[in-house]
């Protein structure tokens, strides 16, 4: 990458500080693609941000720069990296390839004066128990929690009703109604979103943090109480450095690779010490987590939960989207998860659901970063939160943006909500093509309706709509996991 790369992300990341409320991005034409109207607007990891500085000529670059934030090791399968998902792509060794596989010699703690609570890796340590007496430093501060019903930055406090679009135009808001009561967690990561500038990221949350977790998890607090601890992942910008600027790799500071990992864990022991447990009865939770989240979520079933039956029995679902799940050829289980299989019913619990979507018309070729494990054996799963058990469905989605005009501007004005849906628009089956395994989507549009005919979510053809994985079935992700809460407490 030509000039300096960390400095081009910085101005990615800074664009998500427009509000919801705020100014209005690009507008997309009546019969144009959501998303993607001249001016452009670079939507990292479906953070929903507005009025990017990125126009559509260089979205190349920037899927160079973003592109290595999810090569960085959240491949499911990938145990000695756990910083951001991978590229899926298992025969060619990319750029991307070689940045996720240089590691620290010694630990960067970018948060300068805060001491690392969790300094050591778990790689190689035996699963462990729930701890009731677990404390974690970090984590007992309200301000390290985006969202957290015992005290957070009130990341998922946002509006989160829904404007439902119909084909001839007319709009009707469903309102959000939290869960009063719900017997059930639910624990998020976020992908790589940072616009931190330093080696790993702080603690201290910037606008794309709070906005990627308000457009993919705040849904879910109509289902489920909501924790979503902040950790230290590796940013944009410092896997940007790896392709620009002008000084050598090897004079760079380097990420702490494994301080991601050892965040969440911390947060994730904290948890079942301080707020799993209710009333003597511990709480079924369900693991959420987008690309590089999906990763580190990944690699902590694999060592805390997978192998500990006391964990495991807490496990209502994992939904890990974004980042390949290895498992056998044609088989639900082993692989990545020795005892956690594939959700292949509604009503099953203890399971996982994993999925990269890509376009029917745009299916993955050799080098797409997802549809296969980055290494091993096996294939990546497939399950379709829409259609478990097989075949083809309508996806529900609730898109996290209010900027783009999706029908006539007289009646887009009528759109104040944070989320919007346009039913029947769009339909999704999980397919094998080509030796990879992904969720296929069709597009529905209509040129002789009033909506607008495409989405948006693609960046370069082998990321395929990952930038939209999530809000693209956002409410059929919700609807399983309220079913799965009856299973559980059942």
Not at 419 to 434: D, I, N, R, T, W
Request: hydrophobic share 35%; glycine share 10%.
């Amino acid at each position: 990458m030509p000039g300096d790369g960390a400095a081009l992300v910085q101005r990615i990341g800074s664009a998500g500080g427009a509000s919801p409320g705020g100014s209005t991005g690009c507008v997309a034409q009546r019969r144009g693609a959501f998303g993607s109207c001249a001016g452009g607007v670079v939507d990292v990891d479906g953070a929903g941000r507005e009025d990017s500085p990125v126009p559509i000529y260089r979205r190349s670059l920037v899927a160079l720069v973003v592109t290595t934030a999810i090569a960085l090791g959240a491949c499911g399968s990938d145990s000695d990296t756990a910083s951001d998902a991978t590229s899926d792509d298992a025969t060619s060794e990319t750029a991307a390839d070689k940045a996720a596989d240089t590691t620290s010699g010694a630990g960067v703690d970018s948060s300068a004066g805060k001491e690392k609570t969790s300094a050591t890796s778990a790689k190689g340590d035996a699963a462990a128990t729930i701890d009731p007496a677990f404390r974690s430093e970090t984590y007992s501060v309200a301000e390290h929690w985006l969202c957290n019903p015992a005290g957070d930055l009130g990341s998922c406090d946002v509006d989160r009703d829904l404007t439902v679009i119909a084909p001839d135009g007319s709009t009707t808001v469903e309102k959000f109604v939290a869960a009063a009561d719900p017997n059930i967690d639910c624990f998020y990561v976020y992908p790589t979103i940072s616009s931190d500038t330093t080696p790993n990221a702080d603690l201290n949350p910037d606008n794309s943090e709070t906005m990627t977790v308000a457009s993919q998890f705040s849904r879910f607090g109509s289902v489920c109480r909501l924790f979503a601890p902040v950790y230290r992942q590796v940013p944009l910008a410092a896997l940007a450095g790896a392709f620009g600027g002008p000084s050598p790799e090897s004079s760079r500071p380097q990420p702490d690779r494994e301080l991601p990992y050892n965040d969440v864990r911390d947060a994730w022991r904290h948890y079942l010490a301080t707020e799993n447990e209710v009333d003597g009865e511990r709480r079924g939770v369900v693991l959420v987590g987008h690309s590089q989240g999906a990763g580190v979520l990944s690699r902590l079933i694999r060592e805390e939960i997978d192998p500990n039956e006391d964990q495991r029995a807490l496990l209502v679902s994992a939904l890990l989207v974004g980042a390949a799940v290895r498992v056998p050829a044609g088989a639900d289980v082993g692989g990545d998860f020795a005892n956690v299989p594939a959700c292949r019913s509604v009503g099953q619990t203890g399971c996982v659901v994993s999925y990269a979507s890509f376009r029917s018309t745009a299916p993955p070729t050799e080098g797409a970063f997802f549809g296969r494990p980055r290494e091993g054996d096996g294939e990546a799963l497939c399950t379709n939160p829409a259609a478990l058990g097989g075949g083809s469905a309508e996806l529900e989605m609730a898109l996290a943006d209010r900027s783009r005009t999706l029908v006539d501007p007289v009646a887009a004005a009528a759109i104040t909500t944070r989320f919007v849906s346009m039913p029947g628009l769009l339909s999704g089956e999980c397919v094998s093509k080509g030796g990879y395994n992904y969720l296929e989507v069709t597009v529905h549009g209509d040129p002789s309706d009033a909506r607008v005919d495409d989405i948006g979510g693609d960046l370069t053809p082998p990321w395929g709509l990952h930038l939209v994985d999530m809000q693209i079935e956002m409410d059929n992700l919700v609807a399983l996991v309220r079913a799965q809460a009856t299973a559980w407490r059942t």
